[in-house]
């Protein structure tokens, strides 16, 4: 499993004036989707040499954009304000970068790939639930622009760790999928965070 994010900001300064960027997703990409379950034919890469000898059949190669405009309002005098107006944030498999060795394709190994694909999601999710209402305030409008700024990259930053420390959990619980009933146990938790992504560490 490679776990890899990438974060963008477009800023929106002043209420009222919408400075957006467009980030267009590799074609190769493919965003998590309920009703759009992972199939081997994602996997396009070849496999590394020497894979065929590693734990791992397969590999997943995940990103996290997110993207957020904002708007910073004078609330009179020298108070300034910072909220976030929109905000993006999507979980996709590259699939010009995962792989999956031949002829050692399973049902088995499609799950173990599918759960770190819905366990991305799960942190994409509260990702975009602690952005979503950060604010700040300021004496100036620039000075109020930057500590949101910085909030956003902090938040972002601390979970996407986290997202990167419990796919780590996740492979050195299952054996990367060859323990059959903690694969379970994990299919059945990431579910459940799906439902309900605070629930979550």
């Given at each position: 499993m490679n776990f890899r994010t990438a974060m963008l900001l477009c800023a929106v300064v002043f209420a009222g004036s919408i400075l957006a960027s467009a980030y267009e997703l590799p074609a190769t990409c493919v965003c998590w989707s309920v009703s759009?379950?992972?199939?081997?034919?994602?996997?396009?890469?070849?496999?590394?040499?020497?894979?065929?000898?590693?734990?791992?059949?397969?590999?997943?190669?995940?990103?996290?954009?997110?993207?957020?405009?904002?708007?910073?309002r004078n609330q009179g005098g020298s108070t300034w304000v910072g909220t976030v107006e929109s905000l993006s944030v999507v979980n996709a498999?590259?699939?010009?970068?995962?792989?999956?060795?031949?002829?050692?394709?399973?049902?088995?190994?499609?799950?173990?790939?599918?759960?770190?694909?819905?366990?991305?999601?799960?942190?994409?999710?509260?990702?975009?639930?602690?952005?979503r209402c950060q604010?700040?305030?300021?004496?100036?409008?620039?000075?109020?622009?930057?500590?949101?700024?910085?909030?956003?990259?902090?938040?972002?930053?601390?979970?996407?760790?986290?997202?990167?420390?419990?796919?780590?959990?996740?492979?050195r619980e299952t054996r990367h999928g060859s323990e059959a009933a903690k694969q379970a146990e994990w299919n059945q938790r990431v579910v459940k965070w799906l439902e309900q992504p605070s629930l979550a560490p």
């Open positions: 759009r379950p992972l199939t081997w034919a994602d996997f396009r890469s070849p496999a590394p040499a020497g894979a065929s000898d590693l734990i791992d059949v397969a590999a997943i190669h995940m990103t996290i954009w997110w993207s957020a405009s904002y708007a910073i498999m590259d699939a010009a970068r995962s792989w999956v060795v031949a002829n050692r394709e399973s049902t088995q190994a499609l799950s173990h790939e599918q759960t770190h694909f819905n366990l991305n999601e799960v942190y994409r999710r509260k990702i975009e639930s602690a952005l604010q700040a305030t300021g004496t100036t409008a620039e000075a109020t622009q930057g500590v949101l700024a910085q909030k956003l990259h902090q938040t972002a930053d601390a979970l996407l760790d986290r997202a990167a420390e419990m796919q780590s959990q996740y492979d």
